[in-house]
């Protein structure tokens, strides 16, 4: 019979057993808090709170060293599989449609087709070069401030736009989604889990979560029926046409609900690691309100003095990297969601990165692994 075991990742290192196999697989990305500089370096750095993003599912090709020709090899030392099921699912075609999880998780039976014993080493698994990436960036210096300074002439007849800051940008749209849109977002939603932190990794490139008091929110994740869906689809183009980057640099949303004293402290969206990563850093936030607040709930910019009251269908757009370095921190747009104080804040965070994060993503290399 067809098996519906869905398999979750496993997340200790060294010191826990394998989890549960009901529990969904998490995507994590850390982000790193400090202190900017005039020029929005990152002069030190403190206790980092972290985000994360669940994947989305593309279609699998194999990478240039990946066993094509499906020939079985000798079996490489303590290479196993971690679940009984692995083997229907290597019959399923599992190894070709989630290359990522497949070659953690069931190694063994997917050796024959992609290496996947030798493949776990994610500095052979992850290389741009290795997953076909293209190597041209999504920005090079200078294409930050051309975007950005570019977006009243482009969209103002479309949106009403503030400009609130230039240096660093901060830029809001009002009226950016439609009724139709937000509420597309919102219902798809299927399961709602209270928002965590990053922990650590290990050698696999699988990375765990941890719950923080610095995050008090719930978050679900926009995917399949939620990415589908063609009103959902539409705000995905606006922000390819504001933002001009490829939906695949991008991650899958995630949707967020605070209720009354949730909050989530001052963070920042790029990560100490993020550069090492195939897909490169987040290089912007297309931050979408979902629902008016009553009270609280502001988006605020410590380091500018900013705060954006949350406002349903506006959209709130910022750089996370420098213009004259998309590689870069800008550590002046450390942010944080400041507690609701009165009604519910919907919104969503659509984290966009300097390369291909859809591929990336596919075979394990944005931290951790899609679920079957």
Not at 24 to 51: H, K, R, Y
Not at 94 to 102: A, D, L, T, V, Y
Not at 174 to 194: G, H, P
Not at 222 to 245: F, G, L, Q, W, Y
Request: a negative charge; aromatic letters at 8%.
């Amino acid at each position: 019979s067809t098996l519906t075991l869905r398999i979750g990742m496993v997340r200790s290192v060294f010191l826990c057993s394998l989890i549960a196999l009901a529990v969904s697989s998490f995507i994590l990305v850390s982000g790193n808090v400090c202190n900017a500089g005039p020029d929005g370096t990152c002069e030190s750095a403190d206790t980092p709170i972290l985000t994360f993003t669940m994947p989305k599912k593309v279609v699998a090709e194999l990478p240039k060293f990946a066993n094509s020709e499906g020939k079985p090899r000798e079996a490489v030392k303590d290479c196993i599989d971690r679940h009984a099921e692995c083997v229907g699912f290597e019959k399923q075609g599992e190894c070709s449609k989630n290359p990522g999880w497949m070659i953690i998780n069931c190694p063994k039976s997917c050796d024959r087709h992609n290496n996947a014993c030798a493949l776990r080493d994610p500095a052979l698994r992850c290389s741009r070069e290795a997953l076909g990436i293209k190597t041209e960036p999504a920005y090079m210096p200078g294409d930050m401030d051309a975007m950005f300074s570019s977006i009243p002439e482009r969209f103002g007849h479309l949106y009403d736009i503030n400009v609130l800051s230039e240096s660093p940008w901060v830029i809001t749209l009002d009226n950016f989604l439609t009724d139709a849109e937000v509420e597309a977002i919102i219902s798809t939603q299927e399961r709602w889990e209270r928002s965590t932190d990053t922990g650590s990794a290990n050698e696999y490139g699988e990375v765990g979560r941890i719950l923080s008091k610095g995050r008090t929110s719930s978050n679900s994740w926009c995917r399949e029926a939620c990415e589908n869906h063609p009103d959902v689809r539409s705000a995905i183009n606006k922000i390819e046409e504001v933002t001009r980057v490829p939906y695949e640099n991008y991650e899958s949303f995630q949707v967020l609900r605070y209720e009354i004293g949730q909050h989530y402290g001052v963070h920042h969206d790029y990560g100490a690691e993020d550069r090492k990563l195939s897909c490169g850093p987040r290089i912007l936030t297309f931050f979408l309100y979902l629902s008016d607040v009553e009270e609280g709930g502001e988006t605020a910019f410590p380091n500018l003095n900013l705060a954006v009251k949350p406002k349903k269908g506006r959209g709130l757009l910022w750089p996370s990297t420098l213009n004259a370095n998309p590689e870069l921190q800008d550590a002046r747009t450390m942010h944080e969601a400041r507690p609701v104080l009165k009604g519910t804040k919907y919104a969503a965070n659509s984290w966009i990165h300097l390369y291909d994060y859809a591929k990336s993503n596919l075979w394990g290399c944005t931290g951790s692994f899609d679920d079957l």
